[in-house]
């Protein structure tokens, strides 16, 4: 059976703190995604990663990708209360076809403190 | 009207009920899906379609029964369901790799 976890599921930091959330998958998948979602809202796309060895930025998030190990990491930079809101990483099962097939993980809920 | 809507954002049904949701998406894209969220549990996929025809049903039960008329519109047709259906129901599309989520519905089963 196909898992993905993130760790931590809760993440209160301060602001400027620096921190790391994981996403550790089961199964071969050279696709992975990062959502956000604030409460009561829908999810807004943040990165898709596609390649082993991957990383993108964007503002003070930056996330990567190693197939290897199968893992993804959303790296947050001197956080600001703005970013406050649960992050979901996706594993794409689809294998390149038209569509997806995303399992997602089960959210890290950050709470950024002034 | 742009992106992903979806309608109605909130929904309260009695399990002998029938009621659909509606999901029209305005960006030219040809994969729709459906998914579920429950409190405490990750995003589930349940239906995908592409160019109108399902090709995922991710062993979804019976009383949920998905309708793509064209690529702009979905449908979620709901009868008897069960208590445990209540979640927010997110609608999402495609064209390339990245999926557009709508608001969802939000669906209590009384």
């Known amino acids: 059976e196909l898992k993905v976890e993130q760790n931590p599921l809760f993440l209160s930091m301060q602001e400027g703190k620096n921190y790391t959330i994981y996403c550790n998958y089961s199964?071969?998948?050279?696709?992975l995604y990062w959502y956000r979602q604030d409460p009561g809202k829908s999810l807004e796309s943040l990165f898709v990663l596609l390649s082993n060895g991957a990383v993108k930025q964007e503002g003070r998030l930056m996330a990567s990708l190693d197939t290897k190990a199968r893992l993804s990491t959303l790296h947050i930079t001197a956080a600001v209360h703005d970013l406050s809101a649960t992050y979901f990483c996706a594993v794409d099962l689809g294998y390149g076809g038209a569509t997806n097939k995303l399992i997602f993980g089960t959210g890290t809920l950050l709470a950024v403190q002034p | 009207e742009t992106g992903v809507t979806q309608t109605p954002r909130h929904l309260v049904m009695g399990m002998t009920n029938k009621k659909s949701l509606k999901c029209e998406q305005h960006l030219g894209h040809n994969a729709m899906y459906w998914y579920k969220q429950s409190a405490k549990k990750p995003l589930e996929l349940m239906f995908v379609?592409?160019?109108?025809?399902?090709?995922e049903n991710n062993s979804v039960p019976s009383r949920f029964s998905p309708e793509c008329p064209n690529s702009s519109h979905l449908f979620l047709h709901l009868h008897t369901l069960q208590p445990e259906d209540s979640a927010l129901y997110l609608c999402?599309?495609?064209?390339?790799?990245?999926?557009?989520f709508g608001p969802g519905t939000r669906l209590l089963v009384l």
């Open positions: 379609y592409n160019f109108k025809e399902q090709t």
């Open positions: 999402a599309s495609s064209h390339g790799q990245v999926e557009y």
């Open positions: 199964t071969t998948s050279d696709r």
